[in-house]
T-cell receptor
């Protein structure tokens, strides 16, 4: 049973455009929702995270939108840049469970 | 150290060989996690330590996989009698506290079993 479902699998966005990646979760006990960024040959690095007491969190060009009733959350990358080209993973856990990752979205930002 | 360090960076093993993968977490981090990442997939949880105690090993795929953290710092993931399906990147992560806290990942060990 896949606890965190991520889409799309891959995404091509023009420089300056908005990249949007979506995730859905099933376990209502989850209370921590991070997004990780991974470059080839590197481990995942935390990008931004949200807890369910807020519906949106913004850090620079990166925004998480969270819909608790729909059990969905999404990552928006504004003014996408070629340096943002990477694989992005959503994840979720609670204080009683280990982090569960989505399958990832490969983002390519074309110059 | 400045970050989580894993060694070796690459490991090639013949099927049936035993391998040992090392993880040096960030100094002072209580929790340590091992994940397996197949090509084009997200990391899959293997096991979790809090200090030297292995609190969760539910993700270990078989009894050929064994992990330890005897002094609550460095950890070793051992795979006995490697199989081709064990080929993957093995990621180690640490966190300052327990579950639900920010994970810091190493660059991983890429294991290829021939």
């Amino acid at each position: 049973q896949q606890q965190v479902k991520q889409s799309p699998q891959s995404l091509i966005v023009q420089k300056g455009g908005i990249s949007i990646i979506n995730c859905a979760y099933e376990n209502t006990a989850f209370d921590y929702f991070p997004w990780y960024q991974q470059f080839p040959g590197k481990g995942p690095a935390l990008l931004i995270a949200i807890r369910p007491d807020v519906s949106e969190k913004k850090e620079g060009r990166f925004t998480i939108s969270f819909n608790k009733s729909a059990k969905q959350f999404s990552l928006h990358i504004m003014d996408s840049q070629p340096g943002d080209s990477a694989t992005y993973f959503c994840a979720a856990n609670s204080g009683y469970s280990t982090l569960t990752f989505g399958k990832g979205t490969m983002l390519l930002v074309s110059p | 150290g400045a970050g989580v360090s894993q060694s070796p960076r690459y490991k090639v093993a013949k099927r049936g060989q035993d391998v040992a993968l090392r993880c040096d977490p960030i100094s002072g981090h209580v929790s340590l996690f091992w994940y397996q990442q197949a090509l084009g997939q997200g990391p899959e949880f293997l096991t979790y330590f809090q200090n030297e105690a292995q609190l969760d090993k539910s993700g270990l795929p078989s009894d050929r996989f064994f992990a330890e953290r005897p002094e609550g710092s460095v950890s070793t993931l051992k795979i006995q009698r490697t199989q081709q399906e064990d080929s993957a990147v093995y990621l180690c992560a640490s966190s300052l506290g327990g579950l639900g806290e920010k994970l810091f990942f190493g660059s991983g060990t890429q294991l290829s079993v021939l």
